[in-house]
């Protein structure tokens, strides 16, 4: 049985079109900053908006920003983001059309003083989420919200941890025991998300609970989406490797292109992706053993980026391959190398200069980590095989560099902490200050 997932005024999965979404970076508390945001995001094609909240001191003010927005005419669905705390999750229920949860901290720890569950503890501690869980399902059935089960690859909890280790198959485990929940409680207006900056990671965990939920009979709707995919053409070359090549194998309902960049820039690139199929015939791809030569004629460049590399991963999934020609004669053969080496890259296949891994930013970001970005890329791009983080906030930051050697993190009040993989290195410094004790540990 194939579900779909109704939010506010929009329709999600089998037979609906996909569904373009973003996410806000202002404070939440920032109401009049927060509409004016989203109504950017609204007007260039964006049709569900989500906005964090991190306690029960945002509740308010995003009652407010939805009340505001409909007041001005604009009916797209709110859908708000929380992790740690299940009764901001409730507050939040009765106020938008959907509410994303993380079963990775929802109720669950990480801090992993016990990596061995006996099957009867294991069993007790899912037993005591999903008892914790149950008055969010009553709130979201009485006002008709639905829920994301979002799930993260750096926020995977202790127990699915202690299962599976820190794997594809973790995560679509951990997707499943929150299906189980919601079944517990027929309750079945829900979307799942598999997401990881690892494009491997992420194609593998979602293709992973796809065939479960095939396996099992249920299959509910898939949002997708590479975290923490950068900015520029390499976000938008990652995110197209990740999405389009499960939306090029039929998975997938709503998506999300995650970009440090102003949320409303992230619209155009989602909708590429969206209408990526309109595309096919005019792509040719041709493998020949190790070797993939993707011919696109296409003079837009974003949109020759995306579709060359959605369908290189694409042709991944099904035959692995490690050289890539792309031809196009409306740019040069140096932008075609570039373009090869981006996508070769993003699919781990080759690696030529630095992965830097950086999030979208959202209302928990207190320092300017777009013109932060602009710089580590500018100092320390050149390390092939190094990996660098740089993150806006600390709660869920250090988690979501997943496997970066080192990050910038972002603290409070305009500064930030370097990190080397999880341990933090330095006291919140200014930006220039933590580049340079940054340099220092990369080059001595
Ligand atoms: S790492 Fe922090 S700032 Fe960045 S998107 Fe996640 S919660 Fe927001």
């Known amino acids: 049985m194939n579900h779909t997932a109704s939010i506010g005024n929009i329709r999600i999965g089998e037979g609906e079109p996909?569904?373009?979404?973003?996410?806000?970076?202002?404070?939440?508390?920032?109401?009049?900053?927060?509409?004016?945001?989203?109504?950017?995001?609204?007007?260039?094609?964006?049709?569900?908006?989500?906005?964090?909240?991190?306690?029960m001191k945002e509740v308010a003010s995003l009652q407010a920003i939805r009340e505001t927005l409909r007041a001005r005419g604009y009916q797209l669905p709110l859908v708000a983001d929380v992790h740690f705390k299940p009764q901001v999750a409730e507050a939040c229920a009765a106020i938008v059309e959907k509410v994303r949860v993380n079963p990775g901290n929802f109720v669950d720890k990480r801090n992993f003083n016990q990596l061995h569950l006996t099957d009867e503890e294991y069993a007790a501690?899912?037993?005591?989420?999903?008892?914790?869980?149950?008055?969010?399902?009553?709130?979201?059935?009485?006002?008709?919200?639905?829920?994301?089960?979002?799930?993260?690859?750096?926020?995977?909890?202790?127990?699915?941890?202690?299962?599976?280790?820190?794997?594809?198959?973790?995560?679509?485990?951990?997707?499943?025991?929150?299906?189980?929940?919601?079944?517990?409680?027929?309750?079945?207006?829900?979307?799942?998300?598999?997401?990881?900056?690892?494009?491997?990671?992420?194609?593998e965990a979602?293709?992973?609970?796809?065939?479960?939920?095939?396996?099992?009979?249920?299959?509910?709707?898939?949002?997708?989406?590479?975290?923490?995919?950068?900015?520029?053409?390499?976000?938008?070359?990652?995110?197209a490797a990740g999405i389009g090549a499960l939306l090029l194998d039929g998975i997938g309902d709503t998506i999300r292109v995650s970009l440090t960049e102003a949320p409303e820039a992230e619209i155009r690139p989602a909708t590429l992706l969206a209408h990526l199929t309109e595309e096919n015939d005019k792509v040719q791809c041709i493998l020949h053993d190790n070797s993939l030569k993707i011919n696109y004629q296409q003079n837009n460049k974003e949109k020759w980026m995306m579709v060359c590399a959605a369908h290189a991963s694409h042709t991944l999934l099904h035959h692995p391959f490690k050289e890539l020609e792309i031809e196009n004669d409306c740019f040069s053969p140096k932008e075609c190398q570039y373009l090869s080496e981006l996508i070769l890259q993003a699919c781990r296949i080759k690696m030529t200069r630095t992965e830097i891994i950086s999030c979208?930013?959202?209302?928990?970001?207190?320092?300017?980590?777009?013109?932060?970005?602009?710089?580590?890329?500018?100092?320390?791009?050149?390390?092939?095989?190094l990996k660098i983080g740089v993150m806006g906030c600390v709660v869920n930051g250090p988690g979501e560099m997943a496997d970066a050697d080192y990050g910038i993190v972002g603290a409070t009040h305009g500064k930030v902490a370097v990190y080397r993989g999880k341990e933090r290195l330095t006291a919140p410094l200014e930006v220039d200050e933590a580049l340079a004790y940054l340099e220092k540990l990369i080059t001595t």
Not at 165 to 179: K, V
Not at 207 to 233: F, I, S
Request: hydrophobic share 35%; net charge neutral.
């Open 18 to 55: 996909i569904v373009v979404q973003s996410m806000t970076n202002t404070n939440t508390n920032d109401i009049e900053g927060t509409v004016a945001q989203v109504i950017r995001m609204a007007e260039a094609g964006c049709q569900m908006a989500r906005i964090t909240v991190p306690s």
């Open 125 to 203: 501690s899912v037993q005591a989420m999903a008892e914790r869980a149950k008055p969010l399902f009553e709130i979201c059935r009485q006002h008709g919200t639905a829920l994301r089960i979002g799930v993260n690859h750096g926020s995977l909890c202790d127990r699915i941890v202690s299962r599976y280790g820190n794997t594809p198959l973790a995560m679509a485990m951990s997707a499943m025991e929150w299906i189980d929940i919601c079944q517990q409680f027929d309750y079945h207006n829900i979307v799942l998300s598999m997401k990881s900056s690892n494009v491997i990671t992420m194609m």
């Open 206 to 239: 979602t293709r992973l609970l796809h065939d479960k939920m095939n396996q099992n009979g249920t299959v509910y709707p898939l949002h997708l989406g590479v975290t923490e995919a950068g900015a520029g053409d390499e976000g938008r070359v990652k995110s």
């Open 360 to 385: 979208p930013s959202c209302g928990r970001t207190e320092y300017d980590i777009q013109g932060t970005l602009a710089k580590v890329k500018e100092r320390f791009s050149h390390y092939p095989g």
